[in-house]
């Protein structure tokens, strides 16, 4: 296996993933068949029951084996991914309860850009976006990997009209889709970013049955336009399980 070379561009087939480890026995069936293996992620009891187990809330793949991790779950991971080869990075600030507590993690990297409310983002993501150069695009929304949908290095999909503004000031492809119809828990609806993810270079995968979202034509259209296919991973409802968080590609 060879680790994924981007944060949440996959540049091969899918082998390793980190995942919410509520993830339905369909949508884990659907990609075993698809020969990608699932760490499961460990609850974070420190913010409030619908995101605990969501990893876009603790950990931010950076670029090749970099991963930060937030304290609260440091060891769970470093236990986890640094036998498999990866560099376990622990981050400087902890997951709380309430928002802006709980974002500082959940940061949407892809190409060369960064779109988060930068005012909260963890130092240590904050030190490998300046050093790489990557391009940041600072947003009001702290839940930035929950509601942006990564389609390519220049491409994503979200409900949320003021990242819409910025990704288009910033040239980059954007579709704008209705908001909620996914759930989330116990609460009111769920994100598009947080369930979805690229499983392959021409493979973009949601939890829960696409079809019945709202908005199901124009993101056909937006993803074909970028040489990209949609699947289903099961025919439930649509799941926000805090995002697929691609490790490795088969070599």
């Known amino acids: 296996m060879e680790f994924v070379k981007e944060s949440f561009i996959v540049n091969g087939n899918l082998s390793l993933a980190l995942l919410d480890k509520r993830i339905t026995n369909k949508m884990e069936k659907s990609l075993s068949e698809r020969n990608i293996e699932v760490i499961k992620t460990p609850v974070c009891n420190e913010t409030y029951e619908a995101i605990t187990h969501h990893p876009d809330i603790t950990v931010c793949k950076l670029n090749d084996n970099n991963i930060v991790v937030a304290p609260n779950v440091y060891e769970y991971y470093y236990n986890n991914l640094q036998p498999l080869g990866f560099n376990v990075i622990k981050g400087e600030s902890f997951i709380e309860y309430n928002y802006p507590n709980n974002i500082q993690y959940n940061v949407a990297i892809f190409g060369n850009y960064a779109i988060h409310n930068f005012n909260y983002t963890d130092k240590k993501i904050l030190e490998y976006l300046d050093k790489n150069n990557i391009k940041k695009i600072h947003v009001k929304q702290g839940y930035c990997k929950c509601s942006i949908c990564i389609v ?25 889709i209705e908001k909620g119809h996914i759930n989330l828990f116990d609460l009111n609806y769920g994100f598009i970013g947080g369930c979805s993810g690229l499983i392959s270079n021409d493979t973009l995968a949601f939890f829960g049955d696409i079809s019945n979202h709202p908005s199901y034509n124009e993101i056909v259209d937006f993803v074909s336009s970028r040489n990209k296919n949609i699947i289903s991973l099961s025919n439930e409802e649509l799941l926000d399980l805090g995002s697929i968080i691609p490790l490795c590609i088969n070599d």
């Open 152 to 176: 390519d290095e220049s491409s994503i999909i979200t409900s949320d009209e003021g990242i819409y503004k910025e990704a288009i000031k910033n040239e980059l492809n954007c579709l704008l």
